[in-house]
């Protein structure tokens, strides 16, 4: 156990607040989780990309920075913008997830072409996997695509496709193989959602707010070439991305800041003149999740280790996702009560607090035990990989 | 930056695991339940001979110089076989005690013994966690006055460390005149807690006794009772994994059903974070003193909580015969009852955790 990085480490660390000091005010307000970045959002991120704090291990002839993957150096630049309160490198679902998926697999061509764009913010994707009958079981979707000439021609639907409305490309799943078992008939299409036949629609969650859309195909023809992988691969393709989506959900800095509000929200709100901090009941709560969130930080650090040694780290990997979104949601549901009355309030109310974040967290952040893989989906990762219990027995068909 | 078990800490923890593996399976730990206020020398001779007494003490008195991790990392095994030793008090808490607060004279005395497995060191800290039945002991002149409950390794002591009531800790032989002693008997047989009663008993005060000394070994028993119930934790997700994947009904294996698989990797998912919580918690005793208590609070609240849900829904995979006396569950559902109470329940470690940040008048 040695929690100190060695001078190599420390050394890299001033440079990147070297880098934070000399830039620091040339930064945006925020970059946003999704969506169409803006103008100064992009520029910001190309500054990053050319310092090699962000896309740093993407090689250079696709427009990344093209550093050795360094687990541990990742790990300096996250802590130290995070510390300066600085927006870090864009994330978004076509960096975390179609990049890494073309680099893997796509070809020389594909990669050429949309890398550096997305890398940029310049190219904006939504994902197209979930459809109304297939979310679990991802793996029946029924969105078909046959082949007309040298195109192929989609017609279905998709849902939960967020950013949908603003996105340039979609990365999609479609069934070519109807026949085969349904694993082997999906294959992984990139296209334009500008392509005619497309209709997006909001889809309002329980929020309030339209996160998330459905997309409809109607004929939509996209040339046989904008396949990544192979035909029939397309699962596989995917779930090279699947794998990046899930190491996306567990942010244990995003946790610490959540519950660090929830402190000050503590300090501040009182009832009958007494602060909550001081209500013995709400107190045990804070302390209770407060080791909650130490002992995912700590988990956190040994996944690190793991990583940087290139060792399977099991069960502590596989718990990330159920336990990192519940506790999210634990500490939302503690902010909420604390707040009381006042904690219902919504929209633009009189008396709202934090501009309702707390509330539209408390919500949104069930839609992620629920996205993703449901907390029931981790739980059988977690019984049948993590401690190899049997799977469910297929049903005689 | 390395956040894991080094190579000598894991030959160090398979060592013990091989020892209890051979030396304390079930059925013996059953012979021993049946005479908890009795010390099971010859395991412990064995536990001598790997050194486990004398872990924390000094190489200079006979120990082997270790930290609390590794003491952590011991615990956990015996946690994981239910080991009915006197580690607790007299390897862990006795030791710290006199190398905090005891004189040169008084360590060159005790410590080589206690290294060598040769004596047995009680413990007597509630009070200074919290006072119940009115306990409490008041130091006069050399003597001490009062009562004190759960001394821990209670059974055959061959001294005792008191704290008093105002954090002075002392040293008490067990035929001191005017000392009775009351074993209590709890749901865990496997290690002994009892009552010293003092009526003007004679004691020799540790010299550098203060409230940190009193606070460092509480906070070092913190750590080591979460990592008991870290270990029989694991080992009773490991029973239930196991019986669910023989147990059949209804023509299946009971693990092939989402209502038990979903139990089983709940356990799993509550207990593994856990062991991170007690590393650091255990690192921070020897490394990072800033955070060692408020991180033996969380350690000691954390996996009292997660103890209780693995330790019932682990009875409950059983099922009937999670319940009966013949699979021997019972040892590590109340291992963990035990661990839970002793030296602070959740809430009122809780409470410290808010003291010590400010956020409790």
């Known amino acids: ?397 | 930056m390395e956040f894991a078990l080094s190579e000598e800490q894991c030959l160090l923890q398979d060592s013990v695991r091989r020892f209890l593996e051979q030396n304390s399976p079930l059925d013996k730990v059953r012979l021993a339940a049946g005479n908890t206020h009795t010390v099971q020398r010859s395991l412990w001779a064995g536990a001598s001979e790997l050194g486990i007494p004398g872990m924390l003490i000094p190489e200079d008195f006979g120990g082997m110089g270790l930290g609390f991790l590794d003491a952590a990392i011991v615990y956990e095994m015996f946690g994981r076989y239910v080991a009915p030793l006197p580690f607790l008090g007299t390897a862990v808490m006795a030791p710290l005690a006199l190398m905090l607060a005891g004189s040169e004279a008084q360590q060159e005395k005790w410590l080589p013994k206690i290294a060598a497995g040769e004596i047995i060191a009680g413990v007597a800290v509630t009070e200074s966690i919290g006072v119940r039945e009115d306990a409490g002991v008041k130091a006069g002149k050399g003597t001490l006055t009062g009562k004190v409950l759960f001394v821990i390794d209670w059974a055959e002591a061959d001294l005792y460390i008191v704290a008093d009531s105002d954090h002075g800790l002392h040293l008490v032989l067990p035929g001191a005149k005017g000392l009775s002693r009351r074993a209590l008997d709890t749901i865990d047989k496997t290690r002994s807690v009892g009552e010293l009663v003092f009526d003007q008993v004679s004691a020799e005060p540790l010299p550098r006794s203060s409230a940190d000394a009193v606070a460092r070994v509480i906070d070092a028993g913190r750590v080591m009772l979460a990592a008991d119930t870290l270990g029989a934790g694991q080992m009773m997700i490991e029973k239930s994994v196991a019986y669910a994947g023989e147990r059949k009904q209804f023509g299946r294996v009971i693990g092939s059903f989402q209502a038990v698989k979903h139990l089983c990797a709940e356990m799993a998912a509550a207990l593994e974070p856990s062991r991170s919580l007690v590393w650091y918690a255990a690192h921070a005793l020897d490394e990072v003193p800033g955070d060692a208590r408020l991180m033996a609070c969380h350690a000691k609240s954390h996996l009292s909580e997660v103890g209780r849900f693995v330790a019932r829904t682990a009875t409950e995979v059983h099922g009937g015969m999670g319940f009966t006396d013949l699979l021997g569950l019972h040892y590590w559902f109340k291992r963990i009852g035990f661990d839970r109470q002793l030296l602070g329940g959740p809430e009122l470690v809780r409470l410290e955790a808010a003291h010590l940040q400010g956020w409790a008048a």
């Open chain 1, 1 to 397: 156990m040695d929690l100190a990085y060695s001078p190599k480490y420390e050394a890299f660390r001033e440079e990147v607040r070297a880098f934070l000091t000399k830039y620091k005010s040339q930064a945006p307000k925020g970059l946003g989780a999704a969506g169409r970045p803006s103008p100064e959002a992009c520029s910001w991120q190309q500054l990053l990309i050319q310092h090699g704090y962000a896309a740093r291990t993407i090689p250079k002839d696709y427009g990344g920075y093209g550093a050795k993957p360094d687990i541990l150096e990742s790990r300096i630049i996250a802590e130290e913008f995070s510390a300066a309160r600085v927006p870090s490198a864009l994330q978004n679902q076509g960096i975390s997830m179609l990049v890494p998926t073309l680099l893997e697999l796509g070809t020389e061509e594909q990669k050429k072409k949309w890398v550096k764009p997305t890398l940029r913010g310049e190219v904006v994707w939504c994902q197209g996997y979930s459809e109304p009958g297939s979310g679990s079981d991802l793996a029946s979707l029924q969105t078909r695509a046959t082949v007309d000439g040298d195109d192929f021609v989609i017609n279905g639907q998709k849902i939960w496709t967020s950013t949908a409305h603003e996105a340039d490309m979609i990365f999609c799943l479609v069934r070519t193989e109807p026949d085969k078992p349904k694993h082997e008939g999906i294959s992984y299409l990139i296209f334009s959602m500008k392509t005619p036949g497309i209709e997006v629609r909001p889809l309002t969650t329980m929020t309030g707010h339209a996160e998330f859309n459905e997309v409809f195909f109607t004929d939509v023809r996209v040339p046989k070439t904008q396949i990544v992988g192979q035909r029939g691969q397309g699962w596989f393709v995917a779930n090279a991305t699947l794998k990046h989506e899930r190491g996306m959900l567990g942010d244990p800095v995003a946790m610490e800041t959540r519950f660090q509000a929830l402190v000050d929200l503590m300090h501040e709100e009182t009832v009958d003149g007494q602060r909550a901090i001081d209500n013995p009941i709400f107190r045990d709560r804070l302390v209770r999740l407060q080791a909650e969130l130490a002992a995912m930080k700590f988990n956190g650090l040994r996944l690190l280790t793991s990583a940087s040694k290139g060792e399977d780290p099991g069960l502590a990997r596989l718990i990330v996702k159920l336990q990192s979104c519940e506790l999210t949601h634990q500490i939302s549901a503690l902010a909420i009560d604390v707040m009381g009355e006042l904690g219902v309030l919504y929209d633009d109310s009189p008396y709202l607090r934090s501009h309702g974040s707390w509330q539209w967290g408390y919500m949104f952040q069930l839609g992620l035990i629920i996205g993703g893989g449901t907390a029931q989906i981790q739980k059988n990762i977690i019984s049948e990989r993590g401690l190899g219990m049997p799977r469910e027995p297929k049903l005689a068909k």
